[in-house]
Structures are given as C-alpha cells and as structure tokens.
C-alpha cells in the first residue's frame, strides 16, 4: 500500500454501491426465510458498477492531465454513468461510484459547508453533487459517494464549527481533547463517541448524502486495518454510528468499508456493514491501472481466509476488476481472465475501474460473460483453494444443485499444466464438465480435468458429478500412535474432528503418521484438515521418499478447520506420512484422511 499523507488522495478501496446488483436473466433472490412480498435484503448480492479510482490514480497518458488525480470530474463522471448505462447495465452493472477527491481542488484544497461537512470542489463538480446523482438516477442507475473516516482536520476550525441540528455541539464536542488522530493516513481527527454531539455529526453528514440522493457510501481508511492498529484507530464505534447515521434518513444507502479491513473484527464489519474491502488497492499506481504483481496476485493469497465471511448482506471486496481496457490495464490477456475468474469465484462486488468509452473487444466478452457472472452472483458460496496456494492451485466451490464451480489456477510465470482432481471435490468416476468462459460442453471426465495454462492463466468450469462418492480412511493427528519432533505437541481443538489437534509445529516440530495402510502402491490425494489463522508452509513426505513444501492457505483464524488435498506416493501396505515445519511455522493438523485408491 502506498502511504498517502494528508496532502494526497488517500489510496481508497472502493466506491460503489448496492443494495442489489443483479446479473440480467438471473431472478431475484428471496432469501429462505423472507417472503416473497417481503422488502429486498440489502446486500443480497456482490454489487456490480464503476469506480472512478483506478483512472484518478493512474499515471498513464492523458488519464490525469491536469495533475495528479485531476481525472474526477463531473463531466468525466457523467461520461462514464453513459457508457455504463449503454453498454454494461443489461448485464447487472448499476452502481457509478465516485471515489476520493470530490470535495478537494486540484491542489487537494478541500471544501467544507458551515457544518464541517464536506461539499463539492466547484471546479470538479460545477453542478454540485446532487446533480450528478440526479443524472446517474435518470440512466437508471444508483449513485456512489465516497467519504474517509473520522473529522479531517480541515474541518476542525478550531473547534468552533457548528454541528447541524446539535444546538450548542461544535467540532470540539465531538473529537478527544488531545486532537488524536485517525485513519489510514492520519488526516482526520478521531471521533469521540462518548460525548453526545458526535453521533449529530454524523447524523448531518449521512443527512446529506441521502438529501442528494446518493444509494452507496464507501467509508475508507477504516482500522482495525488500513495499516493500522491500535486504539486511535480502531474505528468500529465509526462504523456503527454511521449505519445508525444511514438508517435514520430512512433512504437505503449501502455502507461499504476499506481498506485491508483487520479479519479479527469480520463480525463487527459483517454487523454494521454490507461489505468490506480484504486487501490494499489493487492498483499499481504506476503507468497503467494495475499490474499483475502490484497487487492482482496477493489475492489469491489474502482472500481464503475470508471466504467464509462472505453472504446474502455482506462480501469480501476484492477492489476494482480491471479488466476491459488493454494495453491501459497494464496485464496480459491470460492475466485478464485470471483476475475476473478470481473475483467471479469469490464471489467480490464486481466493479470495473476501466474507461468505460474504450473497452477492447476482449474487455467486453470478460465483464459481459452472463455464466461467469451467474457464479459470482448466483447462490453458491464462494470457492476456496481445494488444494495447498502452489503456484498451480485448483479453487472449488459445492453449488446448491450438487454441482460444483471449479477453477484451475496457473500463477507461475511458465506455462504449466493443472489437474483438478474429483477426489479432491469428494467424488470419483466420471463427472461432465462446462467451461465457462468459452460457453462449452467439454463432454465426460473421468477422476479428472487437466488443463495446460500458460502463464498467470486460468480455466472456469461447472463440474457436474456422475461417480460415487469418495471412500476415505481416516487418521487423527493426535492418536497415540502418532510420532511427534522438536517442540510439536497435541493440544484441545473443540472445532477438531477428535477434539484434538497437533500443534507448535515450528523451527523443526515434526508430525508423523506411522500406520498409513492402502492396499495398492501409487500416488494418493490426500486430504488434510488444518487450522491456520495466517498462510503457512510445510514439507509432506511418505516413508523415505522425497519431500515436498507446500503453503497451505489461511483458514481465517485459529478457530476454523479447513481442508486441502495433498499427492503423496504410498506403498501397498503400512506407510508413514510425515509434516515437517522445516525453518518456518506450520499450520496445525487436525486429521488425514486417505483415498481408498490411488490417483
């Protein structure tokens, strides 16, 4: 993440809104426990639109002509609120999201109304804000605003501002004596929500906002994340103000939060919030828009273990898709459709960054492929890595339909093959397989899918199952037999198959399954529960054979069991498997369980 002073934009998350983002042919969901007539859950599904921030931050040529970030503007705005409407809005994009810098001037001077509150640049914004709402609702679309937490210090006038309909409150009712400072850069002072006049300062701004008209605030800078911890800027007690703040005005507007949100409070995000962003910006802030190493691929690390925080109300936002532009997107094709793929998958908000005047052919069939937005929009949960985060990766998803949505993932720089074993979705025999981006029946597979990517590349498919399903031997890491190395011991795990696990697996902590037994020698996919609240590598090995390292991805916290399977070559008869944390730390082991067959 870049670090933005006070004096630049802040490096935001996102902006963009919804309260429902639909994908053109998909029917509206009605939860299971509403009824049909009742009123649409907020959030029911990722929101779909625009945001002005990838072009406002991008160094490529004549984006920003004016100066940094000089490309939001109401005209520039207003052009792409048409594209939108012309060209993505049949397919579910709806929300035109207008990121930081709105109230500030090309020298990021700010304006504020006689509240504190902030009011559109002139220069921007000549018609003020309200007016472009106005246009963007006239398309048919909703309206996106952007805000940073905390008062900015601008606003402050030393602490003499009126708050709007508190008598007697000022700035200096609502902020700690000390003038502590908040956010991911620090630019605002933190709010005091014990002191009464502070939940009126926030009442007036969303009084505002929904006075315009606007259907979606990203709140940005947000801690516990954004870089920063601690006390100053844990701003929980913010984001509860603020949907207290929305739900008076009685207009549904859609609180999204950023950025790198602490996965630590995912209850108190999921409770005040419909969405927050999992990561830094995904742009490169560089001479394109993004770039694959700055930041595309880190999701593929961060976003596992929040997979399961995602749902009908609130999603994991893993920033802007851009995808449509080309050369101006700063990826390969095959980077392209891995993006898109990773964020369909996991089911993000699916807002583009894109010039929506210039997308390339290619950018279109991507943003407008109606079965790949089906799966991020439709009612599967979002997928998860079914194998360890190797550079190939194979990402899976169980449908309602007993169907799966399965990904195949090449995030080496060579080109590579990737298998998808069935096994590894709980299956073998035969299975029919759809991919996706190519609106293609690929006919039966039998235990298996291999692809040849080429680098960065990847492939979506429906894998529709014909076998029977998978027999397993299972084997806990903490039965008796069990041999344990270096500082690995068994703990209390209530989560844990057994109620136990094997832990402290670190600097040469070993865990060695010593009674193994198949009845066939051969290669055996074995599935692994575990439980690690951060990524974490391991060396697997069988009897004497070689060893193999793996990075096993975060199951979010230490209080969830996750499950990835791993090849290991077995002889007929008893085997030993062996963990082995090597230098670093291991994930704890819960169990094994092992194929009654080979691969």
């Given at each position: 993440m870049r670090s933005p002073s006070s004096s630049v934009p802040p490096a935001r998350g996102f902006t963009a809104a919804v309260v429902l983002a639909l994908t053109a042919g998909l029917a509206t969901a009605v939860p299971a426990t509403a009824h049909a007539d009742s009123p649409p859950v907020p959030a029911a599904k990722p929101f779909m639109g625009w945001s002005s921030w990838s072009m406002q931050s991008s160094k490529y040529p004549g984006l920003n002509p004016d100066g940094d970030y000089s490309y939001l503007t109401e005209a520039n705005v207003l052009k792409q609120a048409?594209?939108?409407?012309?060209?993505?809005?049949?397919?579910?994009?709806?929300?035109?999201?207008?990121?930081s810098g709105w109230w500030r001037d090309k020298d990021w001077k700010p304006e504020f109304d006689a509240y504190a509150r902030q009011q559109a640049d002139p220069v921007r914004f000549p018609h003020g804000m309200k007016a472009v709402a106005d246009h963007i609702h006239g398309l048919g679309l909703k309206a996106g605003i952007y805000l940073p937490v905390g008062l900015e210090k601008e606003a402050y006038g030393d602490g003499k501002v009126p708050v709007r309909h508190a008598d007697g409150c000022t700035t200096a009712d609502i902020v700690y004596g000390d003038l502590r400072t908040t956010n991911g850069w620090d630019s605002a002072y933190k709010l005091d929500f014990g002191k009464p006049c502070t939940q009126k300062y926030v009442d007036s701004q969303a009084q505002l906002l929904a006075s315009w008209g606007y259907d979606f605030l990203k709140l940005d800078g947000v801690g516990p994340g954004s870089f920063k911890s601690g006390e100053n800027y844990d701003n929980v007690a913010d984001v509860a103000a603020w949907q207290k703040a929305i739900a008076a005005t009685g207009r549904p507007i859609h609180l999204e939060l950023s950025w790198s949100l602490d996965i630590g409070h995912a209850a108190d995000w999921k409770k005040y919030s419909a969405?927050?962003?999992?990561?830094?910006?995904?742009?490169?802030?560089?001479?394109?828009?993004?770039?694959?190493?700055?930041?595309v691929d880190d999701r593929f690390t961060d976003t596992p273990g929040w997979t399961k925080h995602a749902g009908p109300g609130g999603w994991n936002d893993l920033d802007s898709l851009d995808v449509g532009n080309g050369a101006m997107d700063g990826l390969t094709k095959a980077e392209r459709q891995t993006y898109a793929t990773l964020w369909a998958i996991a089911k993000s908000p699916l807002y583009t960054g894109d010039d929506l005047?210039?997308?390339?052919d290619y950018g279109v069939k991507l943003l407008t492929n109606r079965e790949v937005i089906a799966v991020d929009q439709g009612d599967s949960p979002s997928a998860r890595p079914v194998t360890p985060s190797d550079p190939q990766q194979v990402w899976a998803a169980k449908n309602p339909n007993g169907t799966y949505t399965v990904a195949l993932f090449n995030l080496a720089d060579a080109p590579a093959a990737v298998t998808a074993d069935f096994s590894s979705l709980g299956f073998t025999g035969k299975a029919s397989v759809r991919d996706l981006w190519n609106h293609e029946n690929l006919g039966s597979y039998k235990n298996r899918i291999t692809e040849a990517l080429p680098a960065h590349g990847s492939r979506l498919f429906t894998v529709t199952p014909h076998g029977s399903a998978l027999t397993t031997t299972g084997y806990e890491a903490e039965a008796g037999a069990n041999s344990l190395g270096g500082r690995a011991s068994v703990a209390d795990c209530s989560v844990c198959s057994g109620g136990k696990k094997v832990g402290d697996l670190y600097v040469g902590g070993t865990l060695r399954f010593t009674d193994v037994v198949v009845d066939r020698p051969g290669t055996y996919l074995i599935k692994v529960a575990y439980?690690?609240?951060?990524?974490?590598?391991?060396?697997?090995?069988?009897?004497?054979?070689?060893v193999t390292r793996h990075s096993f991805p975060s199951t979010g916290d230490w209080g969830t069991v996750e499950t990835v399977s791993v090849p290991v070559t077995l002889k007929a008869g008893s085997n030993t498997v062996t963990f082995d944390s090597g230098s670093d730390y291991a994930p704890d082991i819960d169990r094994i369980d092992v194929p009654s067959s080979p691969r």
């Open positions: 048409d594209a939108l409407a012309a060209k993505l809005k049949p397919y579910g994009y709806t929300y035109v999201n207008i990121d969405g927050w962003r999992v990561d830094t910006d995904v742009e490169c802030y560089c001479n394109t828009l993004v770039s694959w190493e700055n930041s005047t210039k997308l390339d439980v690690s609240g951060d990524p974490r590598p391991v060396n697997v090995s069988a009897n004497s054979g070689a």
